[in-house]
């Protein structure tokens, strides 16, 4: 039985095999040359189609072109954001910087109330 079997698939793939392939034809999408269509009608119909394969093309650029452009947008305002806080934290630290350096020179700088050097004594 197993006999019968494989001489039915094999005879099966061999009629596959050896049947002419035959390609149906495909309206593929694209520019076509419509000069040598000999009617009018058919030069039309082909005109007509390159017209809505050059619409398609360009609403698809257009919707990807946009997408770029929103991505970019939004791009640009994180960036913005970023450049805002960086230069809050920058601010802040010139800031601490100018506080510090005032704060020295608090210390440094003698107070009223003291004499800028030690007393002499025995000067009559």
Same mark, same amino acid.
């Given at each position: 039985?197993?006999?019968?079997?494989?001489?039915?698939?094999?005879?099966?793939?061999?009629?596959?095999?050896?049947?002419?392939? #035959?390609?149906?034809? !495909?309206?593929?999408?694209?520019?076509?040359?419509?000069?040598?269509? %000999?009617?009018?009608?058919?030069?039309?119909?082909?005109?007509?189609?390159?017209v809505d394969f050059l619409q398609k093309t360009m609403t698809k650029l257009a919707a990807d072109h946009q997408q770029k452009l929103d991505a970019a947008k939004a791009q640009v305002e994180g960036l913005?954001?970023? #450049?805002?806080?960086? !230069?809050?934290?920058?601010?802040?630290?010139?800031?601490?910087?100018? %506080?510090?350096i005032e704060d020295q020179k608090k210390k440094a700088e003698p107070s009223p109330g003291q004499d800028a050097g030690p007393a002499k004594e025995g000067v009559k």
């Open positions: 039985m197993t006999g019968r079997a494989a001489l039915a698939a094999s005879l099966i793939l061999a009629a596959c095999i050896q049947a002419p392939m #035959v390609a149906t034809a !495909q309206d593929v999408p694209g520019i076509e040359i419509c000069t040598v269509e %000999k009617t009018m009608e058919r030069r039309t119909s082909c005109l007509q189609s390159n913005k954001a970023a #450049v805002v806080a960086l !230069q809050k934290t920058v601010d802040d630290l010139q800031a601490a910087q100018k %506080k510090a």
